[in-house]
């Protein structure tokens, strides 16, 4: 049975404010609200406040709100204004967290199956689903985390996308890359090359673009702070020390995702 969605989207007017740039999504982040409203009140507080902290889709006991359409980046991950979780995903919060029992509980239930058709519909796989905590480190969804349970809620996402017939991977266009060896790092004068780029290039396919909006997503062969930050940004979402060195263990991971 189709979920359907109730839509209550943000005023073109307020675009700049909550959703500036056009996206075409690639992720999927979970979020639990910290807070005990519905969806419908959640959405209708995101596009009427004034801040610029924006979600697509909150899910309660009952239904989905929406409120930013997905075509358009909300700011929901805290990773910065060219961050890949704020500019690559759909951000969908669960109400009822704060207190949690059975309100919370059902509203889990839904967003597990309301996730499960957006993979669908997109032939994704479950390795497009992100915790907003993979993004910039906060302990969200906080209920989740807490209880441990985040494995769970994406075998329960993915055993539904099984049965609604969907891929459990997605499939990446792969290329190889020519990773260095070698230690590459910020110094003075900076590092730069073919290698460079090479690293520049794994991170971009991966998403993790130097600078998302510069000419060539920033991929210029040299290893300046923005390339230090989408190798931070890599590490942090692959449980590596997120100190912006590329090094042996980021450029083996690399290797195993580009493969
Ligand atoms: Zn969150």
New binding site residues.
């Given amino acids: 049975m189709t979920i359907k969605v109730k839509k209550n989207l943000v005023s073109e007017a307020k675009y700049s404010l909550k959703c500036p740039n056009h996206m075409d999504a690639e992720y999927i982040?979970i979020?639990?609200t910290a807070n005990d409203a519905s969806a419908a009140n959640e959405i209708s507080y995101m596009i009427g406040n004034t801040s610029s902290t924006s979600f697509h889709f909150a899910v309660d006991d009952k239904e989905v709100r929406q409120g930013i359409p997905t075509n358009r980046n909300a700011w929901?991950?805290g990773d910065g204004k060219n961050g890949t979780g704020n500019r690559k995903s759909i951000?969908v919060?669960i109400c009822y967290s704060k207190s949690g029992g059975a309100k919370y509980k059902a509203a889990e239930k839904l967003a597990i199956k309301f996730v499960a058709q957006l993979l669908k519909e997109r032939g994704w796989g479950i390795d497009r689903v992100r915790k907003?905590q993979d993004w910039n480190g906060?302990y969200?969804?906080h209920r989740i985390l807490s209880e441990g349970r985040w494995d769970e809620v994406k075998a329960a996402i993915e055993a539904e996308l099984k049965s609604l017939g969907g891929k459990t991977s997605s499939s990446k266009k792969k290329t190889s890359y020519a990773l260095p060896s070698g230690i590459y790092k910020v110094k003075s004068p900076m590092m730069k090359g073919a290698s460079v780029t090479q690293i520049q290039k794994a991170l971009a396919a991966l998403y993790f673009y130097p600078d998302k909006g510069a000419k060539n997503n920033g991929i210029d062969g040299v290893y300046g702070p923005k390339t230090a930050n989408a190798v931070k940004r890599f590490q942090l979402m692959h449980r590596l020390s997120a100190d912006g060195i590329y090094g042996p263990k980021t450029k083996a991971k690399l290797e195993v995702l580009l493969k």
Avoid: A, F, Q, Y
Wanted: net charge neutral; with cysteine; glycine share 10%.
């Fill in positions: 982040t979020h639990n929901h991950t951000g919060e907003h906060k969200c969804p």
